[in-house]
């Protein structure tokens, strides 16, 4: 008989010692996000209905006040976090600071902080393009037993132990690390539950699609321009082909399967970028370096930056290794003239 494919839970309980600090307790926080993406799933495909649902503000046909669906979803990953008792503190990218989680007998002894982009790329619903959410895990650095500080958000790429997405996509899928390689899971939505379906998935080292918006090219520093133009030549494996769809996750998603370079840089519109380093750039660059590709600002390593605030913003190249390296040359060279 074909064996079935694994389901997540079968997959998280087999890598259990895996885990760097296997108590479970980051099995079940990778439950909880499989819980809570399952809920927003649903709420995300039934946003083509908003004539009937009600537009944000408005009531919808029950007489509930319909929610702006990032508030939603930020309120859903919220609440299976705190309902677990798995973490201590979480930053999201809709609320200005971080939220302090106390257990219910009212202590801080949780381990983790979680970051998390709860529907990134939420514009995108009205056009019906595929979104996301993103999020990072790290274990707290202050005393366990007190309040979680700003200091246990601020902490480098590189100590993280877990990060991943979800892409609310033709297909819902989770794809996350807990730093032993990157492993993608498809919604089977008839019985919820997710399946293995990419197991093992890697960057290819090169590839040629390149994901930009091209209508901020004038903004753009020298070194992108001439990355771009590089592209664009009739030389070698050239031109390459330009796919940006506006959503992080979709895009770098799409490269990751296919081979190919996502940029966000500077631009006289944005000087620091748009990204925000702590819940969207560096679970992305830890998914992206676990599978063999690369993540930088430009110059140097995404994950080796100290973040000094909690939404702060930084230029971002992510993708297959070859093309990363390529584009930091260009920048490189450039900004030695
Ligand atoms: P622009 C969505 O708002 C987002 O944060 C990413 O998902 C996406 O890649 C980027 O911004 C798109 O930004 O300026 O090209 O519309």
Known sequence: MKERNKTLGEFIIEKQEDFKYSSGELSRLINSIRLAAKVVNYKVNKAGLVDIIGKFGEQNIQGEDQQKLDVYANEVFMQTLVNREIVCGIASEENDDFITIQGNDGLHNNKYVVLIDPLDGSSNI???????????????????????????????GDHQVAAGYVIYGT???????????VNGFTLNPAIGTFYLSHPNLKFPKDGNIYSINEGNYVHFPQGVKDYIKYC???????????????????DIHRNMIKGGIYIYPTSSKAPNGKLRLLYECNPMAFIAEQAGGKASDGFGRIMDIVPTELHQRVPFFCGSYNMVVKAEEFMTKASEK
Do not use: A, C
């Open 171 to 181: 297909s819902t899928m989770l794809v996350y690390t807990t730093g032993n390689g």
């Open 232 to 250: 664009q030549l009739e030389e070698e494996d050239r031109p390459y082909t330009s796919r940006y769809i506006g959503s992080l996750v979709s």
């Open 126 to 156: 009205d056009v019906n393009v595929s979104v996301g959410t993103i999020f990072s895990v790290y274990r707290r650095v202050t005393p366990i037993g007190s309040p979680v500080t700003l200091e246990d958000f601020l902490q480098p």
